[in-house]
């Protein structure tokens, strides 16, 4: 029997929650979001920038604050052209259209992995940079003399979210779903009410912009207020860090996803838009000044509704909601960077295990990863929002640009191909041209004051990413030579050239784990045959397939893999009979590759008393940390769990030389 749960795993699953039933047909419908539940999990990422995008191209303007208005109008043109654009992009990757994807398809695997590298780190950065900007929000109302409490709440609810999603994405955004609203309601009364209040005096705000404007040309001129305007503007590139996310987040959107995606784009472009271009507007308008420690939004409520009763109670509502929905928005790393994280596994630029799912159908590895990068940027730069902002919109116009300029080749080589391809080209190429001035622009401004901490990890992310590449394909010619070294066995679609024999329980068996048929599990398979001449009477083949994130696409992905796994096996029981010897297979599914094949050889121990177990393990000449962390320990680990239940497990060693090890 199973060893019964130690006081650890009843408090781990306390936290986390029960594993998912695979067997449930409507798993993945109940794990998928609907359009709006879409917009509170992945497109609360960009409405909550506006709570630190305008603020930061505000206070650029300095004096010229008469720009704000031409500066709103510009801001919410470039929301909704970047959203128009990532539309389009949904509608030709309707698995998931995210800068990783994207680049590698449509510009090959090198463009994709810095496209991919730029997103992970940007992702550390959407987690650090909204709960950083979420405790200024808190501390803006909250006295003073608490303001050495705000960097262990923020480290707190970085915490706090690294379990919630560990538990499940649609959990966590229910969760937070109630915040979403609140943001919405307090921030139209804001922008609505800072309008209509001013709307008396708006016919005088223009004209006293307007004669700021021609004052700023006779003192600057075009080029001095230009560089004022296109300075502000780009270090306001905060303001569209989060329209990505949406267009990467479609695996976990409801059927049919391209609607679903679509619309939650609209969702999140409209909202966006409307509140950054209405809250800068608002600072015009209301004349608002920085003060020292609070926010531009802070000083605006309380200008706005200080004076009018429960104005304070407002004040502080308003501003715990927009602290509340950066806590929301911190979401969009948790779910967008794992998927990343594992999309870049599955095609081997970082190790494995970072593509598998827990019992929860979590990336749990990228998530904790994500969370622990996250505290350590929170903990490098104080939690000030200013430098992570600065770190952040660099990654973001990386993959930006990237994208467009991937969509815009790919309308000029489909041009005679589709009748749209002029308004999808113009529409491109303007996107792109946008994207990367914001970061050419932000880079220069912006490199000796943080940005280029972000540029060097980066770097130093996508030259790791091309060294477990260059290590997997090592290995992977490694066994292509073991399989090559085999000559003349039967190939997996080939007929056995006898019925099977009969298994007999009461014989000496020898239960071998496989995985994928290959030079691996062949090699293993001869050599506990030649170590052990005449003793087994019995062979059966154990694999468990194993639902990782490259597998868990749909309701139909389990019965796909079953039928793969059912195929495999039935590969190696050919062999078997080929060589005259009794075989039959055994298989489970699951997440958690040593949990379910630890069940799955007790079983079949009760089944067959006299089994001894066998795995297949890669040993290197020269093992190192780094041969550890790229190459799972799953036989060892199985067998100290199959040991503890006093059965016997082999790992039957496949030699990798130097020549490999130096590689």
């Known amino acids: 029997?199973?060893?019964?749960?130690?006081?650890?795993?009843?408090?781990?699953?306390?936290?986390?929650?029960?594993?998912?039933?695979?067997?449930?047909?409507?798993?993945?419908?109940?794990?998928?979001?609907?359009?709006?539940?879409?917009?509170?999990?992945?497109?609360?990422?960009?409405?909550?920038?506006?709570?630190?995008?305008?603020?930061?191209?505000?206070?650029?303007?300095?004096?010229?604050?008469?720009?704000?208005?031409?500066?709103?109008?510009?801001?919410?043109?470039?929301?909704?052209?970047?959203?128009?654009?990532?539309?389009?992009?949904?509608?030709?990757?309707?698995?998931?259209g995210g800068g990783y994807v994207v680049a590698t398809k449509l510009l090959g695997e090198r463009a994709g992995v810095i496209s991919g590298s730029a997103l992970l780190v940007d992702y550390?950065?959407?987690?650090?940079?909204?709960?950083?900007?979420?405790?200024?929000?808190?501390?803006?109302?909250?006295?003073?003399?608490?303001?050495?409490?705000?960097?262990?709440?923020?480290?707190?609810?970085?915490?706090?979210?690294?379990?919630?999603?560990?538990?499940?994405?649609?959990?966590?955004?229910?969760?937070?779903?109630?915040?979403?609203?609140?943001?919405?309601?307090?921030?139209?009364?804001?922008?609505?009410?800072?309008?209509?209040?001013?709307?008396?005096?708006?016919?005088t705000t223009l004209h006293q912009a307007g004669q700021g404007y021609r004052e700023g040309l006779s003192t600057l001129g075009v080029t001095g207020l230009l560089l004022i305007f296109v300075r502000a503007y780009s270090l306001g590139g905060g303001t569209y860090t989060g329209i990505e996310a949406v267009s990467n987040g479609l695996p976990i959107m409801r059927e049919p996803r391209v609607r679903t995606g679509k619309r939650t784009m609209v969702y999140m472009a409209a909202s966006l838009a409307f509140t950054a271009s209405g809250l800068l507007l608002c600072y015009l308008l209301w004349q608002v000044t920085p003060v020292e420690g609070r926010t531009m939004n802070a000083v605006l409520v309380e200008r706005l509704a200080g004076g009018l009763p429960g104005g304070n109670a407002f004040l502080v509502l308003t501003l715990l909601s927009e602290a509340t929905l950066?806590?929301?928005?911190?979401?969009?790393?948790?779910?967008?960077?794992?998927?990343?994280?594992?999309?870049?596994?599955?095609?081997?630029?970082?190790?494995?295990?970072?593509?598998?799912?827990?019992?929860?159908?979590?990336?749990?590895?990228?998530?904790?990863?994500?969370?622990?990068?996250?505290?350590?940027?929170?903990?490098?730069?104080?939690?000030?929002?200013?430098?992570?902002?600065?770190?952040?919109?660099?990654?973001?116009?990386?993959?930006?640009?990237?994208s467009m300029f991937a969509m815009l080749r790919f309308w000029i080589r489909h041009r005679r191909e589709r009748r749209e391809w002029r308004t999808r080209l113009a529409l491109f190429a303007a996107a792109f041209l946008l994207c990367a001035t914001i970061l050419a622009i932000t880079v220069f401004e912006k490199f000796a004051e943080g940005g280029w901490v972000t540029m060097v990890v980066t770097a130093l992310l996508i030259a790791a990413c091309f060294a477990v590449r260059r290590h997997y394909r090592a290995a992977r010619a490694t066994v292509?030579?073991?399989?090559?070294?085999?000559?003349?066995?039967?190939?997996?679609?080939?007929?056995?050239?006898?019925?099977?024999?009969?298994?007999?329980?009461?014989?000496?068996?020898?239960?071998?784990?496989?995985?994928?048929?290959?030079?691996?599990?062949?090699?293993?398979?001869?050599n506990v045959?030649?170590?052990?001449?005449?003793?087994?009477?019995?062979?059966?083949?154990?694999?468990?397939?194993?639902?990782?994130?490259?597998?868990?696409?749909?309701a139909d992905a389990l019965a796909e893999l079953t039928a793969r796994t059912t195929a495999m096996l039935a590969s190696y029981q050919a062999l078997a009979t080929r060589l005259g010897i009794a075989a039959t297979t055994r298989m489970a599914v699951g997440t958690e590759?040593?949990?379910?094949?630890?069940?799955?050889?007790?079983?079949?121990?009760?089944?067959?008393?006299?089994?001894?177990?066998?795995?297949?393990?890669?040993?290197?000449?020269?093992?190192?940390?780094w041969h550890r962390l790229l190459h799972?320990?799953?036989?060892?680990?199985?067998?100290?769990r199959l040991q503890w239940a006093g059965r016997t497990m082999v790992t039957v060693p496949i030699r990798v030389g130097d020549s490999y090890a130096r590689r």
């Open 1 to 96: 029997m199973p060893s019964r749960p130690t006081a650890a795993h009843r408090l781990r699953r306390a936290i986390f929650g029960p594993p998912r039933d695979l067997a449930d047909h409507r798993l993945f419908h109940r794990l998928s979001l609907i359009p709006f539940l879409a917009w509170v999990g992945l497109g609360a990422d960009g409405l909550s920038s506006s709570s630190y995008g305008p603020d930061e191209a505000f206070r650029a303007l300095g004096r010229h604050t008469y720009l704000a208005l031409a500066l709103s109008v510009l801001m919410a043109s470039t929301v909704l052209l970047i959203s128009a654009a990532y539309r389009r992009i949904i509608e030709e990757f309707p698995s998931g």
């Open 124 to 203: 550390v950065l959407t987690i650090t940079t909204s709960l950083a900007a979420a405790g200024d929000a808190l501390f803006s109302f909250l006295p003073p003399a608490w303001a050495g409490a705000r960097l262990p709440t923020e480290i707190g609810l970085t915490l706090l979210l690294t379990a919630m999603n560990i538990r499940g994405v649609r959990e966590s955004v229910l969760a937070l779903l109630p915040v979403f609203i609140l943001f919405l309601v307090t921030h139209l009364l804001v922008i609505g009410g800072g309008v209509l209040g001013h709307l008396p005096q708006l016919s």
């Open 326 to 402: 950066l806590i929301v928005a911190a979401q969009a790393g948790f779910l967008d960077g794992p998927r990343v994280l594992a999309n870049m596994a599955v095609d081997s630029w970082v190790p494995h295990r970072f593509a598998a799912l827990s019992e929860r159908l979590t990336t749990q590895n990228g998530i904790v990863l994500m969370g622990g990068a996250a505290l350590a940027a929170l903990l490098y730069t104080g939690g000030q929002v200013s430098h992570l902002v600065v770190m952040y919109s660099i990654n973001v116009f990386v993959t930006f640009s990237l």
């Open 480 to 526: 292509d030579a073991l399989y090559r070294e085999l000559g003349e066995l039967p190939e997996a679609s080939g007929a056995p050239a006898a019925a099977p024999r009969p298994v007999d329980p009461s014989r000496p068996t020898a239960a071998i784990l496989v995985n994928g048929f290959g030079g691996v599990g062949i090699h293993t398979v001869l």
């Open 529 to 554: 045959l030649r170590s052990f001449p005449g003793h087994f009477g019995n062979v059966v083949f154990l694999s468990v397939a194993v639902i990782d994130s490259g597998e868990f696409k749909g």
């Open 593 to 625: 590759v040593v949990t379910e094949a630890e069940g799955l050889c007790l079983a079949v121990a009760r089944e067959f008393p006299r089994t001894t177990f066998f795995a297949g393990k890669l040993i290197f000449a020269r093992e190192t940390l």
């Open 632 to 640: 799972n320990e799953t036989p060892l680990a199985i067998q100290q």
